[in-house]
C-alpha cells in the first residue's frame, strides 16, 4: 500500500496524456518518504468507455481518483497525501478544465482490516 486507481473517461484521451499523470502521482508518493513504503506503491488507471454524466448532452468529462491506504498513518499525513495527489490532478488537467466541463475528484480508502500481501518487492528497498 499505497495503490492509487485513476479512472478517466476516454474522451479525455486525445487531451492529455495518462501516463504522465501516474508518473507524478507516483513521485508524489514516493517524496513522502517514510509514509508510504516504496515497495507498496501501485498507481494504475482505468479508461472509462461507458457512461453517463449530467444530463448526457455535452461532451462532459470526469476523473476520479482513488486512494487506497493501509490504517495507522496520522490525520496529518492523510490530509498532506490528499491534497499533493489532489494538486498534481489540477495542474495536469488545467488547460483541459479551461477548455471543456471536467469534474476532478479524489477519495481516500483506509482500509480496518487486516490486508493480505505476498510481495517480494520490498525487499529491493531494504
Same mark, same amino acid.
Given at each position: 500500500? =499505497? ?10 484521451? =486525445?487531451?492529455?496524456?495518462?501516463? /504522465?499523470? #501516474? ?13 508510504? =513504503? ?5 498507481? @494504475? *488507471?482505468? &479508461?472509462?468507455?461507458?457512461? @453517463?454524466?449530467?444530463?448526457? &448532452? *455535452? ?13 495507522? @498513518? /496520522?490525520?496529518?499525513? &492523510?490530509?498532506?497525501?490528499?491534497? &499533493? ?9 488545467? /488547460? ?5 466541463? #471536467?469534474?476532478?475528484? #479524489?477519495? #481516500? ?13 520490498? /525487499? @529491493?528497498?531494504?
Amino acid at each position: 500500500m =499505497p495503490h492509487v486507481i485513476v479512472e478517466y473517461t476516454d474522451n479525455l484521451s =486525445p487531451h492529455t496524456d495518462i501516463q /504522465s499523470l #501516474l508518473h507524478k502521482m507516483g513521485q508524489v508518493l514516493v517524496g513522502l518518504g517514510d509514509t508510504y =513504503p516504496v515497495g507498496g506503491i501501485r498507481v @494504475r *488507471a482505468h &479508461k472509462v468507455t461507458e457512461y @453517463r454524466i449530467a444530463d448526457g &448532452k *455535452a461532451d462532459d468529462a470526469f476523473v476520479h481518483t482513488t486512494l487506497k491506504i493501509g490504517k495507522g @498513518r /496520522s490525520e496529518e499525513a &492523510k490530509q498532506v497525501t490528499c491534497e &499533493k495527489l489532489f494538486n498534481v490532478m489540477k495542474e495536469h488537467f488545467a /488547460s483541459i478544465y479551461e477548455e471543456k466541463y #471536467l469534474a476532478l475528484s #479524489l477519495e #481516500l480508502v483506509e482500509f480496518q482490516h487486516k490486508t493480505y500481501k505476498h510481495n517480494n518487492i520490498h /525487499s @529491493r528497498f531494504r
